[in-house]
């Protein structure tokens, strides 16, 4: 019974600022990479950000270099995504999800996968 929690979504200007979290219980999440997702309506589930196990090493997708940033803590079983300067472009269902051999763009390789959080960005 593992269990992925999103949370931190909601509706702000383009410009704003928010910060997601990826809460992890029944398992320990420092054995797997942590991968963000997003879908848009109309559009493909596509990655995001991810956060590897073993160093730490982070990937971005290009549309989000520089305003997004996706950290980890360990020790509270939990990833987070802090997403500023955010874009009407931005505005999807954010999933996180694990993989457990490194960080990866396609999602067929991750195992576990949160319900998903809405992010709204509009005027």
């Known amino acids: 019974q593992v269990q992925l929690v999103e949370s931190g979504g909601g509706w702000v200007q383009p410009g704003g600022s928010l910060r997601l979290s990826c809460a992890a219980s029944r398992f320990t999440l420092d054995y797997y990479a942590i991968g963000w997702f997003r879908q848009a309506p109309g559009k493909e589930r596509e990655g995001v950000s991810c956060?590897?196990?073993?160093?730490?090493?982070?990937y971005y997708a290009d549309s989000v270099k520089g305003r997004f940033t996706i950290s980890r803590d360990n020790a509270k079983n939990t990833v987070y995504l802090q997403m500023n300067s955010l874009k009407p472009e931005d505005t999807a269902v954010y999933y996180c999800a694990t993989v457990r051999w490194g960080c990866s763009p396609n999602p067929d390789e991750y195992d576990y996968w949160g319900q998903g959080t809405q992010v709204t960005v509009s005027s």
């Open positions: 956060i590897s196990n073993s160093d730490g090493s982070t």
